[in-house]
């Protein structure tokens, strides 16, 4: 059996934090009602990390739902990002300033600059080693960043980002890229891992599953975990949430693993980093 055998378990940070295997995505998951709801299943159901950003608009219900939880602060890995209108130096620590406000929490465990935004990032990431240093965040991080934004990033900054947070399922791998952030200690962690919902109709998936009685979602964030990849899966409904929590009790075979793997085609659902525009 792997060692990934427990939902409160994660992956270690280079600077000792453990980041949750499994999150909660709320990209678009209203504020209020609907993301509160969402999180208190999700605290049930044993997840222990939620994953907003600015952009989301749903930091206030974010850090309701925590600050609500009869769970310890410390129990709950929150995660943040700064928008892209919000890069340079002075106007991340502001925007963090906001975020926190939004939150209604005193430290944050994790912020992400959320794109590359180029003229900017490396400004951006000053910022966050200055957040880092005075205590204010448990781990910095970025979000798409390719090899090229990670280089570029490498020199000048003092601390290595420690997380990479990128669109990742079967059908963009870019192991390469995995395996580049694996040797700097970068931890990989994936967005839209479910496809943004497609994982349910793809065929071998649906094959795959059935013989470990598992659904294609539980395989691929299966596969995630096996891969060394954190995941934060996206729903509101009850009955998906627990779904995509069901994941500890199995183990996929190396043959399946190269199976799933072999699904890449390079498809992003989401914007390439090289050429958003926003
Ligand atoms: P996802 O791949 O997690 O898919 C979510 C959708 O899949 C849901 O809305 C639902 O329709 C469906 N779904 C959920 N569980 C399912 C199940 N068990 N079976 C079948 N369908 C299911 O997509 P996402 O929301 O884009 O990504 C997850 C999270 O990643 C986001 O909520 C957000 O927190 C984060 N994210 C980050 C970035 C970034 O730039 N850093 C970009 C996109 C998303």
Redesign the pocket.
């Known amino acids: 059996m792997s060692i990934i055998s427990d939902i409160s378990g994660g992956f270690p940070l280079q600077n000792g934090v453990t980041l949750p295997y499994l999150g909660l995505?709320?990209?678009?998951s209203e504020n209020g009602g609907e993301v509160e709801q969402a999180i208190a299943w999700a605290l049930e159901a044993g997840y222990r990390n939620i994953?907003?950003?600015s952009f989301y608009g749903n930091e206030s219900g974010v850090g309701q739902a925590v600050r609500e939880s009869a769970l310890p602060r410390e129990a709950i890995f929150v995660t943040s990002?700064v928008w892209n209108a919000d890069q340079g130096y002075a106007s991340t620590l502001d925007a963090f300033e906001r975020s926190m406000e939004e939150l209604g929490l005193e430290v944050l465990d994790l912020y992400?600059v959320?794109?590359p935004v180029r003229g900017k990032f490396r400004d951006t990431w000053r910022a966050m080693e200055e957040l880092y240093k005075k205590g204010r965040v448990r781990a910095i991080g970025v979000?798409?960043f390719l090899k090229h934004h990670l280089e570029a990033l490498e020199e000048t900054s003092r601390i290595r980002p420690m997380v990479n947070?990128m669109?990742f399922?079967p059908y963009l791998v870019q192991q390469e890229l995995l395996e580049y952030c694996q040797a700097c200690q970068i931890q990989y962690q994936a967005?839209?891992?479910?496809?943004?919902?497609r994982?349910?109709d793809q065929p071998e998936l649906l094959e795959m599953a059935g013989h470990y009685g598992k659904?294609p979602?539980q395989l691929v964030l299966r596969w995630d975990l096996q891969k060394g990849v954190a995941t934060?899966?996206?729903?509101s409904r009850q009955s998906?949430i627990l779904?995509?929590a069901d994941l500890f009790d199995f183990e996929i075979s190396p043959a399946d693993m190269q199976r799933i793997d072999a699904l890449d085609r390079g498809h992003r659902f989401?914007p390439d980093p090289d050429t958003f525009d926003f």
Request: proline share 6%; charged share 20%.
């Open positions: 995505g709320v990209y678009l994953d907003t950003a990002k992400l959320h794109w979000s798409n947070q669109e399922h967005w839209s891992p479910l496809m943004q919902g994982i349910k659904t979602a934060i899966p996206k729903s998906r779904e995509n989401g």
